[in-house]
């Protein structure tokens, strides 16, 4: 975990205040800790009995007031609250006549962990804009997506080894070995079931709550379609549809491709052809650098410039597994915010095209399906996890 938190601190006031009967505001006497961070505007309130606590948040930030009767004796006051950009109002419950408080703040981007990054909460339009894809890309919709976070790359066939193997000796079974032509290309030939269930070893394996489970259950073993996801836990898990296609447009609008209109082999690991779908590769057929020994031409996560959040091979080299039962007519009755897909179906989806697809489905807007149980040689996954107070 790369955590870092700043403390916003030192403010007392003199109980005296309330005994004037006046709303009071104390502005100021506020310090950081550390000078290299913005202070959020912060003020203390008295209305009547109430004391309350205001500040300026942002976006995804999340803060924790505590309070201090001794020297150095911290204790929480309330919940946890995460920032949304606007005026934050906590009570503060103080019994005594002079306390100290603090506010802590983990900062979304240096608190992301280790391997992710944090996509912003806000809207998008989902969908293909160009009417150069399927019909089951229609119709271009707003999409409100919460900020959670993505895994920079896909997952390795070294971190999947690992995380199998604690698996394995801590009662999860099914994971399947797998294949990757290095440590450190993206894994294959593993289910979407086994995938999850090693998402939720994973979790275990770090000390985070598992999102998987089946009757209530931790899924461990076994193959159930009527598996669910605990969207406010923790840990690992795939990103939704919804959540992977606005991590592809990495903050751009109206692009085919993660990083603009056009994709060649400079780009992203994919199977060139002549023309079409803004293919600029002189070359055609796999990418040249990745085409030797058997199949499949993956190339180690990362071997090709980041999108404009980061993030890695969001077109081609592996497919990638997301959360979402498919439907073809989904778009035209998805919720406006946070859409997790049917509650049923016979294919979950995956994303963003392979090595050995053309252009035209390593499209941002492009999807594709297939029943959980397939294991493919081009097919491989990232994982997620929602930005929730740990
Ligand atoms: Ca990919």
């Not at 650098?289 to 071997?303: A, E, F, L």
Request: glycine fraction near 12%.
């Amino acid at each position: 975990m790369n955590k870092r938190s700043r403390i916003v601190q030192g403010l007392s006031w003199d109980r005296q205040c309330q005994g004037a009967g006046f709303a009071s505001l104390l502005i100021g006497l506020i310090s950081t800790v550390s000078a290299d961070v913005i202070l959020p505007v912060v003020r203390v309130e008295y209305q009547a009995d109430e004391v309350s606590l205001s500040w300026k948040s942002e976006e995804a930030s999340i803060y924790q007031v505590e309070q201090m009767h001794d020297v150095d004796q911290w204790t929480s006051v309330g919940d946890p609250v995460t920032g949304d950009g606007a005026i934050v109002t906590v009570p503060l419950n103080l019994m005594l006549p002079e306390a100290f408080f603090r506010l802590r703040v983990n900062d979304p981007l240096s608190s992301s962990p280790e391997g992710f990054v944090l996509i912003p909460a806000g809207p998008f339009e989902m969908g293909d804009a160009f009417g150069e894809g399927f019909l089951d890309e229609l119709p271009v919709h707003t999409v409100n997506v919460s900020a959670f976070y993505m895994g920079k790359t896909e997952v390795t066939k070294e971190l999947w080894d690992e995380v199998r193997a604690w698996g394995l000796n801590n009662g999860y079974t099914d994971l399947k070995t797998g294949g990757g032509k290095g440590a450190n290309h993206p894994v294959h030939s593993v289910n979407w079931y086994g995938i999850v269930k090693w998402c939720n070893a994973h979790s275990h394996k770090d000390g985070l709550t598992p999102c998987y489970t089946v009757g209530g259950v931790v899924f461990k073993t076994g193959e159930d379609s009527g598996v669910s996801c605990n969207f406010a836990a923790s840990g690992y898990r795939l990103p939704t549809e919804a959540e992977w296609e606005k991590a592809a447009r990495g903050g751009l609008s109206g692009k085919p491709f993660p990083w603009g209109d056009t994709i060649s082999h400079s780009q992203a690991n994919y199977y060139a052809t002549g023309a079409g779908f803004g293919n600029q590769s002189g070359e055609a057929g796999y990418h040249p650098t990745y085409n030797d020994g058997p199949q499949p031409y993956s190339s180690p996560v990362g071997s090709f410039a980041a999108n404009g959040y980061g993030l890695y091979d969001m077109a081609g080299n592996m497919w990638e597994w997301c959360w979402d039962w498919y439907s073809s007519s989904y778009y035209g009755s998805s919720p406006a915010s946070d859409p997790r897909g049917p509650d049923s179906g016979t294919g979950r989806v995956f994303r963003g095209g392979s090595w050995s697809v053309i252009a035209g489905y390593c499209r941002v807007a492009g999807r594709n399906n297939r029943n959980p149980t397939l294991r493919s040689i081009s097919i491989g996954f990232r994982t997620a996890r929602s930005s929730v107070p740990q």
